[in-house]
Structure formats: structure tokens, C-alpha cells
């Protein structure tokens, strides 16, 4: 069984009317007046992703990226600012906008970092700077993902916009609050591929996600 790491990102700008408070990581159905649910993430509702005429997009072309290992235990935990900080202290100067990353490889979006044979499961880091015009300050910000797997973090200028589980399902944060409008912007991204264990692995109790044999 191999998983790939694959990360597919853009911007979208809506209406400001349409801005909601998505400080939540997590996925639900929402009653609404007892007659019909609505999914909703990160307090916003979730969309089909279909591209519709009336937004604007940003596509992003193109990132610098580097594997890195990194602590499983700690991308399975829940996010509160201490286990934030400590995502931020185990990148390093990596999550920094001036950080040479001249040595890191270049990709244009989207990608897959362990194509096939590759069984690589561990960490990945990504950095992606993008310029939002001033005109743009009037819109609400969206990063969308189209996927990432598996375990997605997401820094826009400095500040933790979100965390998100699933390697197959788009998501989106709201960034409007910490862009910058006529300016370049800069997004680091941690995603962790936690490794998928035998069950008799010294430790498949501790890092595997879902148990399985190798036929």
C-alpha cells in the first residue's frame, strides 16, 4: 500500500458579506432549524470546491519544498497554542520569510513528492510566496487545498491560519486577517505523511493510522 504526498493550493476572494470566524479544526453537520444539515469547517459552510464564475482565483505556481522528519505524535495532537509553538520550534528558521531556501527543490503546483515506487512517509515542508494586489482588500481570502496528505499545517505571514486531517478531501482557511494587500505574502506549509505500520512493527500502536498487512 503506498500513500502519496500531493498538495494541489490556491486563493480564492469572496464578498466580504460572506466572511465567517473559522478559529475551529474540526468537520460537523450543523442542524439547521431541524429540517436539513449543512457541513460546516472551521465555522464556515464547506463547499463543493467547484470553480464558480462569479470569484476571483490566484493560482499558486510554483514552491520551494524540503523533507524533513518530524514528530507524528505531535501532528496527531490537538492544537493549542502550546503544541503550535511547538510545531513553530521544530521548523526552525525554516517557517521564517527570509530564510534561504536556495537549497530546498523547486516545484510548479501541483505536485507529488514520493511518486511511485517512492514509500516515503515522514515530513514535508513548504514555502510559497505570493504577491495580492491592494484591490483585493475588500474580498474575503480563502487558501484552498484540493488535497494534501495527510496532515496539513498552514502559517500565512507568520501567523498558525489552520490545521487539517485527510489526504483526499479539499479544505480552505480564511487568511483575510493575516494578508497583506499590495504586498508579497508568505505561506509555509507542514504536512506530515505519518507513516502507515505493519501491525507487527515495534511501534505500529504509536504512529499508524489505520493497521494493515503487507501482502
Not at 470553480?51 to 505531535?74: G, T
Not at 505571514?157 to 486531517?165: F, S
Not at 487568511?175 to 506530515?192: Q, Y
Not at 505519518?194 to 494493515?212: E, F, G, M, Q, R
Request: hydrophobic share 40%.
Amino acid at each position: 500500500m503506498t500513500r502519496k504526498i500531493s498538495i494541489y493550493i490556491l486563493i480564492l476572494l469572496l464578498p466580504l458579506s460572506l466572511m465567517a470566524d473559522i478559529n475551529r479544526g474540526d468537520f460537523q453537520l450543523e442542524d439547521f432549524n431541524g429540517e436539513y444539515f449543512i457541513p460546516v469547517q472551521y465555522r464556515s459552510i464547506y463547499p463543493d470546491f467547484q470553480k464558480q464564475h462569479d470569484r476571483i482565483y490566484l493560482y499558486l505556481k510554483e514552491c520551494s519544498y524540503a523533507r524533513k522528519k518530524v514528530d507524528h505524535d505531535l501532528s496527531l495532537a490537538g492544537r493549542t497554542p502550546s503544541s503550535i509553538r511547538q510545531l513553530e520550534q521544530e521548523a526552525g528558521k525554516s517557517i521564517q520569510k527570509d530564510f534561504n531556501d536556495a537549497e530546498w527543490a523547486r516545484e510548479k503546483l501541483p505536485f507529488v513528492v514520493n511518486r511511485y515506487p517512492d514509500r516515503y512517509m515522514d515530513g514535508v515542508y513548504y514555502r510559497i510566496k505570493v504577491f495580492i494586489p491592494e484591490n483585493y482588500s475588500k474580498n474575503i481570502l480563502k487558501l484552498v487545498f484540493l488535497g494534501a496528505n495527510y496532515i496539513t499545517d498552514v502559517w500565512v505571514n507568520g501567523k498558525w491560519a489552520g490545521v487539517h486531517e485527510g489526504g483526499f478531501t479539499s479544505f480552505a482557511f480564511g487568511i483575510s486577517s493575516c494578508a497583506r494587500f499590495g504586498k508579497e505574502n508568505f505561506i509555509f506549509i507542514r504536512l506530515d505523511n505519518v507513516p502507515w505500520l505493519t501491525d507487527s512493527a515495534p511501534d505500529a500502536n504509536k504512529h499508524t493510522i489505520v493497521p494493515y498487512k503487507q501482502m
